[in-house]
């Protein structure tokens, strides 16, 4: 029996390591490839744009993580690890999702201007239409969450607001009294995607999230 379950859970690692590169290879190389062909001139590229681009793949990385998890549930058995993940599967999609869609928002932002990439029309259209659709799935994985994860997402949200308010507030108090420069419109988006993904994070520590499976 022993061996039956380290033999599934061996299966099961690469299966799942399997899933993880057939999303995130292709996206990097994506990622890559698109960074090598536009211009990296600095003087074109500020300190907010950079910032922002951080962010937002930072966010589609994770939800290609969450989306690799939970695409691969339905191939995965033997293990108390499958049972969990087939359960918080539609979670999982749905969660990844919204953070590919917040991300693209916010990457999106970064190209988009009157003299930019992007045309500021196409910007606000596209902008508006992401962050509606990553606020959808969010509502929709919200209705299915149970107990735990409806603590640990008032826990994210408590914790984002918190920090917005204490780094944000912080800033703009010091660019008031003229000790710094204010922070740019794109600044703040940044701070509102970033602290609201981190803060996920934190709060999903917090309640034992990333604690070791059973096998």
Known sequence: MAIDVS???????????????????PFWALV??????????????????????????AEMGFGLIAAGFGACAGFLHGTEEA???????????????????????????????PAAVVSAATGVWGAITLNLLAALLIAIRARGL??????????????????????????????????????????????LHGFSF?????ALARRGGFAPQPT
């Open 7 to 25: 033999r599934a859970h061996s299966r099961n690692q690469r299966v799942k390591l399997a899933f993880q590169l057939a999303l995130h290879v």
């Open 32 to 57: 890559l490839l698109m960074a090598s062909m536009m211009d990296t001139d600095s003087s074109q590229i500020g300190v907010s744009e950079k910032w922002a681009t951080i962010v937002g793949l």
């Open 83 to 113: 049972d969990d993940l087939r359960r918080e599967r539609r979670a999982l999609l749905l969660g990844a999702g919204a953070l590919l869609f917040a991300g693209s928002s916010l990457i999106l932002m970064t190209l988009a201007g």
């Open 146 to 191: 149970d107990e735990l994860n409806r603590n640990v997402a008032r826990d994210a949200g408590h914790f984002a607001f918190l920090w917005l308010s204490w780094v944000g507030g912080t800033w703009a108090i010091l660019a008031h009294l003229q000790v710094m420069t204010a922070p740019a419109p794109l600044d703040w988006l940044t701070m």
């Open 198 to 202: 981190v803060a996920g994070l934190v």
